[in-house]
């Protein structure tokens, strides 16, 4: 079964600085990749997705992310963070099950932008 | 603004009521997810409808029920239920295979 990993709980930042979200992700033939955020007593936005194409993805708010296959990664990036960027970020991978697709998450990254 | 509404936002409830929680989406999707998340922790994912049919059962207690009754709707009913079922509960849907799925803000949902 496919599955992710998201090597870091929590990740600390001043507002302004870059910061890396790590996600890696089990190998497999076609992989569907999301990030996913939650701010507090929200459900889940949609930041990026990769289906297939360019391994470099944008998203909204200004994160990107790369897919590497090579190193079953994707990592979750912004040069420059603000405040509001805190929240809790998912990663995920999309997989069938009996006909059907369901999203795997990870266990998530809690961002926290100080000023 | 969400393009998935659930209604209600909040819910107490006792162990022994029945109440339903409510899900709508008017783009199309021809899936449809209910997740339930606890507080720190990822959403788990409970049922999908797959064109108004269960295709995914991940062995919820049968204390939760869901239906389908048209291709914009989605419910969940709720009897019996215990003090480990507070939680935020999640509807999503998707347009296809491998597509994002698009969350409502949740129901959250607490047993007394």
């Known amino acids: 079964a496919q599955s992710v990993t998201q090597l870091d709980s929590q990740v600390p930042v001043f507002e302004e600085a870059p910061v890396e979200l790590r996600c890696n992700y089990s190998s497999s033939v076609s992989v569907y990749l999301f990030w996913y955020v939650q701010y507090p007593n929200q459900g889940l936005q949609l930041l990026l997705k990769y289906l297939s194409g360019s391994t470099l993805v944008k998203g909204i708010n200004g994160f990107e992310a790369e897919f590497n296959k090579s190193q079953t990664s994707f990592h979750l990036r912004k040069p420059s963070v603000h405040i509001s960027d805190t929240a809790e970020y998912f990663c995920?991978?999309?997989?069938?099950?009996?006909?059907?697709?369901?999203?795997?998450f990870g266990k998530g990254t809690k961002l926290t932008v100080n000023p | 603004d969400t393009e998935v509404t659930q209604t209600p936002k909040h819910l107490v409830m006792g162990m022994t009521n029945k109440k339903s929680l409510k899900c709508e989406q008017h783009?199309?999707?021809?899936?449809m997810y209910w997740y339930k998340q606890k507080a720190k922790k990822p959403p788990e994912l409970m049922f999908v409808y797959s064109y108004e049919k269960l295709s995914i059962n991940e062995s919820v207690p049968s204390r939760f029920s869901p239906e389908c009754p048209n291709s914009s709707l989605l419910n969940l009913h709720l009897h019996a239920l215990q003090p480990e079922d507070s939680a935020l509960y999640l509807c999503?849907?998707?347009?296809?295979?491998?597509?994002?799925?698009?969350f409502g803000d949740g129901t959250r949902l607490s047993i007394l």
């Open positions: 999503a849907s998707s347009r296809d295979r491998h597509q994002p799925q698009h």
């Open positions: 783009m199309g999707h021809r899936a």
């Open positions: 995920a991978v999309s997989t069938t099950q009996g006909g059907s697709e369901k999203l795997v």
